[in-house]
Structure formats: C-alpha cells, structure tokens
C-alpha cells in the first residue's frame, strides 16, 4: 500500500502561482510514476501531467503545457507540481496518484493509488 497526501491548494488569482505537493509513505516510492489529475465542478476528471519514477520523463497535458512543472524528490518520497501563469480554467480539485507502470501515464486506469486532493481555486 502507498499512502499520498497533497497539500499546497488553495485561493490564488489569476496569473499566480502556487506547488503542489504530495507526500508518499508506505511502500518504497522509486518504483513508482506518479502523475496529477484534477477534476472541476460538473466535469469528469481530467490528466495534467506524470513523471517517470526516474524523474527524467514527464508529460503535460496541453492545457497546462509551458505553465506547470512537475517534479520528485524521491529522497524525500514526494512529487511537486509547480503552477504558474494560473488561469481561471485550472479551478479544480487536484489529485496525486502513484503507478507500476511507466507507459499510459495519462490514463486514470494505470494507477494504482489515490490522494485525496487538494482544491485550487484561481480568482479573477
């Protein structure tokens, strides 16, 4: 079992920035590619971006692509997701999920364990 607790959500406006955080315990994290999702009010929800358990892979959704960074600490068992140029539209709850596997990291299906998610709301 992994266990992943995010923080650093909360009310920023619009062209702000706010990281992300998400914390590992239980098993060891290395093997792991962790990935963010989000889910806004009345939407289904969507991938924002993954990093191989390595760190030298990622991927981005395009919606987010240029503005945020992931990235991990596996010495510290946490993966960072650095916002910037918020927009209005990234108004969701954000969740960390951790992953076996290393192909399909956009897929919801490939991942094994869920946070509980931390609300971002970006205000005009």
């Known amino acids: 079992q992994v266990q992943l607790v995010e923080s650093g959500g909360g009310l920023v406006q619009a062209g702000g920035s706010l990281r992300l955080s998400c914390a590992a315990s239980g098993r060891t994290f290395m093997p792991y590619s962790m990935g963010w999702f989000r889910q806004a009010p009345g939407k289904e929800r969507e991938f924002v971006s993954a990093?191989?358990?390595?760190?030298?892979?990622?991927l981005y959704a395009d919606s987010v692509k240029g503005r945020f960074t992931i990235s991990r600490d596996n010495a510290k068992n946490t993966v960072y997701l650095q916002m910037d140029s918020l927009k209005l539209e990234d108004t969701a709850v954000y969740y960390c999920?951790?992953?076996?596997?290393?192909?399909?990291?956009?897929?919801?299906?490939?991942?094994?364990?869920w946070g509980q998610g931390t609300q971002v709301t970006v205000s005009s």
């Open positions: 999920a951790a992953a076996l596997g290393v192909v399909r990291l956009a897929a919801e299906s490939r991942y094994d364990y």
């Open positions: 990093i191989r358990w390595s760190g030298g892979s990622t």
